[in-house]
């Protein structure tokens, strides 16, 4: 589309999607990011070994009177209506059980990891090392809202450590 003359005015993405964001708005260019994609994917644990994601059709206060005596993190708020939460092998079977038995909407996720929760800490870890040693940055073409500062990237020196806040907070 930039071939083609578009060019956004602002870019914005959740999780993963904030790795394409600081390409696309051109604070890191393809390489940086695709290191740092490949570090993530590298420092993650076996593919679902810790738990799974799943997606509710339910309030985040719905669910923590529900599910009172589970283990449970809220990764993701989509919606009032609609909870993404992450939990071990351990808690999974319980708690779709109590969801089936209350006729609540859910579904596993296909996700790899129960990202947005302390089951990833280990990682986080990680990437907060890799994130400090991140020198590779431009100026802002293209202005960036991260879900993970909650805030504008903005076009001062400070966006560097804004950027290695974004890497380790993934």
């Keep these: 589309l930039v071939d083609a003359g578009y060019r956004p005015q602002v870019v914005t993405g959740h999780s993963f999607g904030e790795y394409a964001c600081l390409v696309t708005s051109g604070i890191w260019d393809f390489d940086a990011g695709f290191k740092s994609i490949i570090f993530r994917e590298q420092s993650l644990p076996e593919k679902t070994s810790l738990g799974y994601m799943v ?3 339910s309030s985040a206060g719905s669910l923590k009177e529900l ?3 589970q283990q449970y993190y809220i ?3 989509n919606s009032p209506h609609q909870t993404v939460i992450s939990t ?3 808690y999974l079977p319980e708690i779709e059980s109590i969801l089936s038995m209350k006729e609540i909407k859910f579904k596993r996720l296909s996700s790899p990891q129960p990202f947005h929760s302390p089951f990833l800490e280990s990682t986080a870890k990680k990437m907060k090392v890799f994130a400090e040693e991140v020198n590779e940055f431009s100026q802002i073409r293209t202005d960036l809202f991260s879900g993970v500062l909650k805030s504008w ?3 001062t020196e400070e966006r560097k450590s804004q950027v290695r806040t974004i890497v380790a907070d993934q």
């Design 55 to 57: 997606a509710i059709a």
């Design 67 to 69: 599910l009172s005596n």
């Design 75 to 77: 990764s993701n708020k």
């Design 88 to 90: 071990s092998w351990e």
């Design 153 to 155: 990237v903005l076009h």
